[in-house]
């Protein structure tokens, strides 16, 4: 079974500033968190922090920490009326990566008292925070016995992963990523599971990079067929598949097994707001690729994202012919959104009425034509243009910024990309930075929430 803990950056910047102080003694906070769980996973994602004073400790040291656990009562009551669970984190500021013996001691004793309270015997996490802010956890169980948690996410201006799993051999393959990225970027590619939603002009470039850098794990989500039209830009199709009407998904998975390079491809031919299962093959990535036009699609994964800590990449490219050869406007976008900060809707990329009317184009077609003909409804442009030279931009863009995000490289500091966009008419590129983005007061309080009814908050997915 595959253990994790995930946490926003910005709460990975808070625990790290509480837990880390100058005077170099252990500090402690608890968190409430989240959570995913089904036959093969538990995920908790931490959802709410309180940090406990060090003036009120009573007693800190570099290797010891007595605090009152009373100021944790309030979670332990919230753990009692929900499927929250708790999370107990120190530090280790000596640098010692184990629990200690004192560690278990303190630990059984706090999760006694935890399970005393909730609602459920589903498992709550102990964690501990090194000088270099990485952090190493155990899952407790209603028994009281534990187990090691095998991957930490950390969803910031940084994607960290803290993996227990055994690093590959590096072979061949692998010399020219080590040499530019190193061996724990690499290793870190290589433990990875992306998701991407959209297999078409910007999707099929795009994988073909992961597959090529090594990823561990692809999932792969489009619904629609290869038609004649998309061979101008999907990497790896042929005529034949398009005579076929083979699924883009298909036709992919099986050029990167072709490959024979090692990565896993999990292939759905699924659209999100009708298939479960890949909404839920999403939650256990660990970074996702929006590679579509729909506004709606586009939202849901926003919202997915937000609530369960997982690094968003969302792709747009526009491409405004004039219908008689020529090119008015050619230019793409990358965003990068976390949970916590600005998202699609407060960045302006769309409003509720454009949402409103991506969901009735999805869902009536016919009455929506109806309701734009009598301007009831805003337009949604669902057929735009698009060319092979375009695409392949946009996507290698976002592969430079996801491997920024991994192993910054950049001459600023990743929060500088927050959106990147792309100007080829005008041959220039505008960055954005996260700090001059509005934050989304309405997900910012949903981050790490996780498991809910109705799911993520909207009812038409539950």
């Given amino acids: 079974m595959e253990l994790q803990l995930r946490i926003s950056g910005v709460h990975h910047q808070m625990l790290k500033k509480h837990l880390l102080p100058e005077d170099g003694l252990e500090s402690v906070a608890v968190a409430l968190c989240g959570r995913y769980m089904d036959k093969d996973n538990i995920v908790l994602t931490v959802h709410d922090i309180t940090l406990i004073p060090d003036s009120e400790c009573l007693s800190r040291e570099e290797d010891l920490l007595q605090w009152p656990t009373q100021k944790a009562i309030p979670y332990f009551e919230r753990i009692g009326k929900s499927d929250l669970a708790i999370m107990k984190i120190h530090s280790h500021p000596g640098g010692y990566n184990k629990f200690s013996s004192t560690d278990d001691k303190s630990d059984a004793e706090f999760f006694d008292s935890a399970f005393g309270w909730a609602l459920n015997d589903k498992p709550h996490i102990s964690a501990v925070m090194l000088p270099d802010g990485e ?11 534990h187990e090691p948690v095998k991957k930490v996410l950390i969803s ?34 290589k433990q990875m599971t992306v998701g991407v939603i959209g297999c078409s002009g910007t999707g099929s470039p795009l994988i073909e990079q992961l597959v090529r850098l090594g990823v561990g794990k692809i999932v792969l989500i489009d619904p629609d067929t290869v038609e004649q039209k998309n061979l101008n830009r999907i990497l790896n199709t042929t005529k034949k598949d398009a005579e076929l009407h083979r699924p883009k998904v298909l036709v992919i998975s099986e050029a990167i097994a072709n490959m024979g390079l090692d990565t896993n491809v999990t292939p759905l031919q699924k659209n999100l707001y009708d298939s479960p299962e890949a909404l839920k093959e999403l939650i256990m990535c660990d970074s996702v690729f929006g590679c579509m036009d729909s506004v709606d699609g586009r939202h849901l994964l926003n919202q997915l994202c937000a609530f369960y800590l997982v690094p968003y990449f969302d792709l747009g490219v526009k491409l405004e012919a004039d219908g008689k050869g020529g090119v008015n406007k050619i230019c793409g976008s990358v965003h990068y ?19 409103r009317a991506a969901s009735q184009y ?3 077609p016919e009455e929506f034509e109806n309701l734009r003909k009598n301007a009831y409804i805003k337009n949604v442009n669902v057929n735009t243009p698009a060319v092979i030279s375009v695409n392949m931009n946009i996507a290698s863009h976002a592969i430079n910024e996801f491997l920024n995000r991994i ?19 005008e041959n220039c590129i505008i960055n954005v930075a996260e700090d001059d983005l509005s934050i989304d007061n309405y997900l910012k309080k949903k ?9 993520i908050e909207m009812p038409e997915l539950t």
């Fill in 156 to 189: 910031g201006d940084v994607i960290k992963l803290y993996n227990t799993n055994t690093g590959s051999k590096s072979d061949d393959f692998a010399l020219r990523t080590i040499q530019a990225f190193g061996d724990k970027t690499y290793q870190d590619l």
């Fill in 407 to 425: 192993h910054p490289y950049k001459a600023e500091p990743t929060s500088n990309y927050a959106l990147s966009t792309i100007d080829i008419t």
């Fill in 337 to 355: 959104l976390q949970p916590g900060k600005s998202s699609l809707i407060s960045r302006g990329v769309y409003t509720t009425e454009d949402l």
């Fill in 362 to 364: 999805r869902k009536n």
């Fill in 447 to 455: 981050i790490g929430r996780g498991d809910i009814t109705p799911f």
């Fill in 135 to 145: 952090i190493f956890a155990r899952l407790f169980f209603s028994d009281l016995h």
